[in-house]
């Protein structure tokens, strides 16, 4: 793990920090921020196009080298064999995680798509994150939060 250049390389026994290097060590590596995002609202998608899933947070990093940890679960149900759901996340318009959901033996498959990244929006300004689904083929339907299941997103702000 990177340590702030100012501090030592390493410390011996008896050395003691000073104020100095208190305060170094206090700006490194922490969570400055979270955010949360969350919806029980059923969204049903028969096609092959994006649909947004209505999962969204919007952070505004305070540092532009900071970093965001973002974590997302969404609930899906496809209803139809064969189904293959596609769950992206996007920083604002841009799609920078994917996540696959695929059952090809069963009708009803209730799953839970996961995504965890760690990004780097190198801005201060706000910044938007959502996810959207879609089917692998448009004689499919599926839906996300069916019967009010959770689905939420989690924003956290990391100083670099």
């Given amino acids: 793990?990177?340590?702030?250049?100012?501090?030592?390389?390493?410390?011996?026994?008896?050395?003691?920090?000073?104020?100095?290097?208190m305060n170094l060590l206090r700006g490194a590596f922490r969570i400055l921020q979270v955010v949360y995002g969350s919806t029980t609202a059923q969204i049903e998608n028969a096609t092959t196009s994006y649909v947004d899933t209505g999962v969204t947070a919007t952070i505004t990093p305070t540092l532009s080298?900071?970093?965001?940890?973002?974590?997302?679960?969404?609930?899906?149900?496809?209803?139809?064999s064969g189904s293959t759901v596609f769950v992206r996340l996007l920083r604002t318009s841009t799609e920078i995680a994917l996540s696959i959901q695929n059952d090809d033996t069963s009708a009803n498959m209730h799953q839970t798509s996961s995504i965890?990244?760690?990004?780097?929006?190198?801005t201060t300004s706000a910044t938007t994150y959502k996810t959207q689904f879609k089917n692998n083929l448009s004689s499919k339907t599926s839906f996300v939060s069916n019967s009010s299941a959770l689905s939420s997103i989690v924003l956290m702000e990391v100083s670099a």
Wanted: hydrophobic share 45%; aromatic share 4%; no cysteine.
């Fill in 1 to 21: 793990m990177p340590t702030p250049t100012a501090l030592p390389s390493s410390f011996t026994s008896g050395d003691v920090l000073t104020a100095a290097n």
């Fill in 65 to 80: 080298s900071s970093k965001v940890l973002i974590l997302t679960n969404t609930a899906i149900y496809a209803a139809d």
């Fill in 116 to 122: 965890l990244i760690l990004d780097s929006p190198a």
